[in-house]
């Protein structure tokens, strides 16, 4: 399956499954992110507030910034205040 401007690992879509994220959930991060903010190693991290079985959380998706952009992982946390930038 190919998304249009990025391309998913199987690693993250593995750790989606894992993690307990549908993939929809990781395609609505990407298409429209809530935030885009600097990560480790040159990462960026995509992310929105999404609720998922009743509880909020920020779903978190770590991008390469290469040609097309690829998605390397993805976890939420529910965390918000520590991940969530109130800059943007």
């Known amino acids: 399956m190919s998304e249009t401007g ?5 690693h993250a879509r593995e750790e989606a499954k894992r993690r307990g994220i549908p993939l929809d959930v990781l395609q609505g991060v990407m298409k429209s992110p809530g935030q885009i903010v600097d990560a480790h190693n040159n990462r960026k ?3 929105s507030k999404v609720e998922i ?4 959380y920020v779903v978190r998706v ?3 910034n290469t040609d097309p952009l690829t998605v390397v992982t993805v ?5 918000i ?3 969530w930038s109130d800059e943007s």
Not at 6 to 10: C, G, S
Not at 53 to 56: A, F, P, T, V
Not at 75 to 79: D, M, P
């Open 53 to 56: 079985d009743g509880k909020l």
């Open 6 to 10: 990025y391309h998913i690992t199987d």
């Open 45 to 47: 991290a995509y992310q």
């Open 62 to 64: 770590l991008v390469e």
């Open 81 to 83: 205040e520590k991940y």
């Open 75 to 79: 976890y939420r946390t529910s965390k």
